[in-house]
């Protein structure tokens, strides 16, 4: 019998600003998981980051499973993931951000689980929202199975997903179409969901996610805020939002007018 050449995972990742300390944090927690069975795909979209190309460079010269693609100017997030799905050779394709941590087990649990149960077909995790020093800000988990959540908020943690190959090919890409500012997971989610791609969650904590100075997640929070409104409009009528919806909605766009750190407070207060 012939042995499979293929990994069964491709870890794919894009970084633009990120620098050393936090890409080496991202990096070391996928290459110390528990599952050994990927390849895990760079993709460097800022060509002038040298500190990160080296880098990169002296973990793939360790590391034959890395694989490193350098754009020549910066395409966004959704194309470089669509630039590093098409290069992945798996049959599954796992997310992670350049400034976040995958716990050691995470890979071994989403994969077995999507093995265990063949329908799923996006599979995410719960989050750990942790600062600078390692403060656990929120532990943040997401409905089991996607539902009509979708039309409140995003139903999966973006660099948490476990995703089949096949389920891009069948059902699109990320669009890379989309105006700045938008954001290009919440787009996809809604999309596949209409679509009947079945999505779930792993109702354990298993991805660490940083808000602080050094990678100023925080200070986009009123754009993000303003990019998920604009996304809901657009997908309301296909999605079938009723009257408790729309409420939900106006109640965003009033957010909108506040200060960004308030918007924080307010968000942190609530999902406790």
Known sequence: MKKNIYPKIS???????EGAVLLKRSIDSILNQTFKDF???????????KGAISTIQQYKAKDSRIKMFIHKSNLGLAASMNEAIKYARADYIARQDADDV??????????????????????????????????????????????DEIKRYSPLGHPTVLVKREVFNKYG????????????????????????????NINELLYKYYLGKKNNKAKVAKRVLLGTIKIKLRYASQLRF?????????????LLLLPTKLILILFYFFKK
């Open 11 to 17: 870890v794919v990742m894009s970084l633009c600003r």
């Open 39 to 49: 390849e895990f795909i760079i993709i460097i979209d800022n060509p002038d980051n």
């Open 102 to 147: 995958s716990l050691p087990d995470r890979l071994e649990k989403q994969y077995k689980k999507m093995i265990e149960e063949h329908t799923i077909d996006v599979l995410g995790t719960g989050i750990i929202e942790v600062d600078d020093n390692e403060r656990v800000l929120l532990k943040r988990y997401y409905k089991q199975e996607v539902g």
């Open 173 to 200: 890409y990320y669009n890379v179409n989309l105006r700045e500012g938008l954001p290009e997971d919440y787009d996809l989610w809604c999309r596949w969901y209409l679509k009947g791609v079945k999505m779930c």
């Open 242 to 254: 009723g009257i408790l919806d729309y409420i939900y909605l106006l109640f965003e766009m009033f």
